[in-house]
């Protein structure tokens, strides 16, 4: 019997995965839940390189930051004292407009991350990202193999990065040590993968990465090159979600029509 694994994947509001990311992950030889977070993202107020505050009157500060729907559906407008804390904030850990970019981004992520961490009843919980192209070869069997095997192992990981990190795109973990994880905090001023080691390690447990078979990045073509081509409504596999939760079945019909890229659409 082939071991069940509840993936969660954390994708832009109404974003799209590429579709030979999930053709990879067909070929694994586990079977999955497939959950997707495509709703709202982190609700960060203002805009980069907006009018300083200072020199906001009411009228350009209400253009400048708009309603906002909050995670519960209700309508928010922020204050102007609570957009700059946030900025005030952000500034204060970020030293460049790069650091700014990545902090906001691993934010989004974790944000998501903590929303669906309760989805799923699988033994094994994997993390993955819409843009970490597994290899072709299957991997998630022999990962949950080895998170059978080693009681002391807390997460196995396909490493895609430069260093052997095990990074959150690609991490397969317990679902029990997961939840004894907790919620992500922190991660804008480090990484989420560094949290969860750090916490695992204080539970007892290790962090390892497979060595021999790596993962691809496809960020610089994924946002760059791939999204370009690939830009018109025509050419996806739109996905409607309630749940969050995409049908495996549905996906293995549709990824042979759909080569291009599986966009999200959060009802």
Do not use: W
């Not at 994997?126 to 597994?134: C, I």
């Not at 001023?189 to 560094?194: E, F, L, P, V």
């Amino acid at each position: 019997m082939r071991p069940h694994v509840d993936i969660q994947m954390p994708v832009k509001h109404n974003g799209f995965i590429a579709g030979a990311v999930i053709q990879r992950l067909l070929l694994q030889d586990v079977d999955f839940s497939f959950y997707v977070d495509a709703g709202e993202d982190f609700p960060f107020f203002g805009n980069d390189g907006a009018v300083p505050f200072a020199e906001l009157d009411d009228a350009s500060f209400t253009a400048q930051h708009p309603v906002a729907t909050n995670t519960y559906g209700l309508i928010e407008v922020p204050t102007q004292y609570e957009v700059q804390v946030q900025s005030m904030l952000l500034d204060l850990v970020s030293p460049s407009a790069r650091a700014l970019k990545r902090i906001k981004t691993t934010i989004c992520a974790a944000f998501k991350r903590n929303r669906m961490r309760h989805l799923g009843t699988a033994e094994f919980v994997y993390l993955a990202d819409p843009d970490v192209l597994l290899p072709e070869q299957p991997v998630l069997g022999a990962m949950v193999r080895g998170l059978q095997r080693h009681p002391q192992l807390g997460a196995v990981g396909v490493c895609y990065q430069k260093s052997s990190h095990v990074a959150a795109g690609a991490m397969l973990l317990r679902r029990k040590d997961f939840l004894r994880v907790g919620e992500i905090r922190g991660a804008g001023a480090s990484c989420i993968c560094s949290y969860i080691q750090k916490k695992l390690t204080e539970l007892g447990l290790h962090t390892v990465p497979l060595r021999t078979i790596r993962a691809t990045h496809l960020k610089s073509d994924y946002n760059k090159v791939y999204a370009n081509e690939h830009s018109a409504l025509s050419d996806d596999a739109v996905v409607e979600m309630g749940d969050g939760l995409l049908d495996q079945h549905a996906l293995e019909t549709t990824v042979t029509t759909h080569a291009g890229r599986f966009r999200v659409v959060f009802q």
